[in-house]
């Protein structure tokens, strides 16, 4: 949906790998380059955090005040972003938006990832039959687009925080589970696994001392990476209006809110939310891409961010 | 049902991988399981058992719709009655209730719905005041050439862009072309067709902003239609490009690094053949069985971009659906979207095999 990075589609053998390692360093794909990119995402990432969590005690302005007389101003050093159709401050609307919309994207990828991880651990775990059974779902699921089963959830349970943050829940687990459900299958098979079952270790023991440390970076990953997806999917809801109310306004919802302007000629109130949301998901996207290179250093990750 | 990654390849060579990488030229390799008529029928016979299989999952997901609509505070009852409902007695409502098919479990109504939609009777739209079958027909047409226009430049240009980042990873060009695609990824589909509303539009004044004819003419002429499709056709295709663009790179820029085409540079082929012949034939592969993952992209990109431009196909209805809680009408569509998805599966898979004689049909 967002930032998908294409991981290196043959690396299975180290002679490809290492041949392609020379060509990504004379690419400028290589170290510098990724850490300039790690650096770059760092910093933006950690001014949005503080943005969020600064901004509403810091300065104690109401967002929502209203000043007709100073409607639809463009960005000037008074106001950096302008000011919206009821002349509140756009910059403020704008944190304060990224605020929700990080809010319920953290909740909703939560939800998706405890879900995910569950089902996954389950059905690996289990296996036989509960395996395929819970995998039939998975692959029922994932034919029903995404967007379009979220819609469905908010319009059956009317819009609001609970119903988005359970939209974006219930469908995007789905690949955690099978990134979870390969790791737990992957991982049962070590010898480590037996020794420890030939030691006389308890499933349980087994289970919590072996299979959780073994597949949490993966499943800390997918958790990381769902956030962007779960913004994403959020404001798409909230600019079709059925995301949250509008006193609760969303980057989506403030997009929506601002097409009467733009049809009139007036680009700033569209502009800065979308660029909110971008900045925060290619820094995510940034960040994870290189830890995932770092844990993952070979297998074609079957993560889609 | 069909994760078009898994097992599709099925390299029937059994030459060890250090001599022999997946990408071989056409005539090192033993011919393909079945050639000519034998390929076709296993063609069919593919198609034939997709669609069967995906019987169950439609039924699947409706019976999943359905248990979410029940699971939810969602009346259809009160929603046809509307304010009425409040003063009308209990029999009235529980006449209603029974002449809207709402009474019983929603497993029976689930089972009753699915009986009179395989006669093609798929209920009444509460929202449009027609029934489902009419609105989906009036507008399907609308939104499949919306995706298909969309769905072709995407796949193309992002081809091209790939290809040209490709030959020279690293070069100025490859760089601006990965750096957009990244941006474009990251940007809402809503937020970049309203910009572009903004600037072509209302600004440079090219093109319409919405609709399907001019204001005041309800007339819809192929010169005005194709002057209303440019632009939201083109944002669509703005949001579908990075993802083949950066995937086309990548492949190529693999398959570069291979054997075959050192071998057809050091045969002195010249560097179009070796890029286009040589380079992009295998590494276009792993992106044609992605392709049909795309599908609930494309349909996702297509809500977004409907409403942006008032377009009126199927997506723009679901939304208004869902705004109304339309239940029939929604349900319809979440089934039709699953039949596109599946569909699109299966379509990559058949290109797939027609582009690779290696993949054997019975396998998938």
Known sequence: ?305 | MTAPDTGAVAPKTPTPPETAPEHLPELEHPPGPAPGAERRKAMARLTGRRLLAAVPVLAAVTFGVFALAAASPFDPVAQYAGTAGRSASQETLDELRANLGADGSFVERWWHWLTHAVTGDLGHSTSMRQPVAEVIGERIGWSALLCAVAFAVAVLLGTGLGVAAARRRGGLLDRCVTGLSYLLQAAPPFWTGLLAVWLFALQLGMFPAGGLSDTGSDAVTPGGLLNHLVLPAGVLALSQLPWFALYVRQGVGDALEEDPVRGARARGLRERTVLLGHALRSGLLPVLTLIGSRVPELITGALLIETVFSWPGIASATVEAATAADFPLLAALTVLATFAVLAGNLLADLLYGLADPRVAFEEM
């Open chain 1, 1 to 305: 949906m967002a930032v998908e990075e294409p991981t290196p589609m043959k690396t299975e053998d180290g002679w490809t790998s290492a041949r392609a390692h020379g060509a990504a360093r004379a690419a400028g794909t290589g170290r510098a380059a990724r850490t300039l990119r790690v650096r770059v995402s760092a910093v933006l990432l950690a001014a949005v955090v503080l943005a969020v969590l600064l901004v509403p005690p810091l300065f104690p302005v109401d967002q929502q005040a209203v000043e007709l007389t100073a409607k639809l101003r463009p960005p000037s050093w008074e106001h950096p972003f302008g000011t919206d159709s009821l002349g509140r401050d756009l910059l403020l609307r704008c944190v304060y938006g990224l605020r929700v919309s990080l809010l319920v994207g953290l909740v909703a990828a939560l939800v998706a990832t405890v879900l995910g991880t569950a089902v996954g651990a389950a059905a690996g775990a289990l296996g036989g039959r509960a395996d395929r059974l819970m995998m039939r779902l998975v692959d029922v699921f994932s034919a029903v687009p995404h967007l379009l089963l979220g819609i469905f959830i908010v319009a059956m349970f009317r819009p609001g925080v609970w119903p988005v943050v359970l939209s974006v829940g219930l469908t995007h687990w789905l690949s955690t589970a099978r990134i979870v459900r390969a790791e737990v299958l992957s991982l049962r098979s070590r010898p480590y696994i037996d020794a420890a079952i030939s030691g006389g270790a308890s499933r349980t023991r087994v289970a919590l001392r072996h299979l959780v440390p073994g597949v949490l970076p993966q499943a800390v990953l997918a958790a990381v990476l769902m956030v962007p997806h779960a913004i994403w999917h959020e404001s798409a809801l909230s600019f079709l209006g059925l995301g949250l109310p509008a006193h609760r306004a969303s980057l989506g919802g403030l997009t929506e809110a601002a097409r009467g302007s733009l049809l009139a000629g007036d680009w700033w109130p569209t502009l800065f939310p979308g660029l909110f949301i971008i900045i925060p998901t290619l820094a995510i996207a940034g960040l994870a891409g290189a830890w995932r290179e770092r844990i993952n250093p070979r297998r074609r990750s079957e993560l889609m961010l």
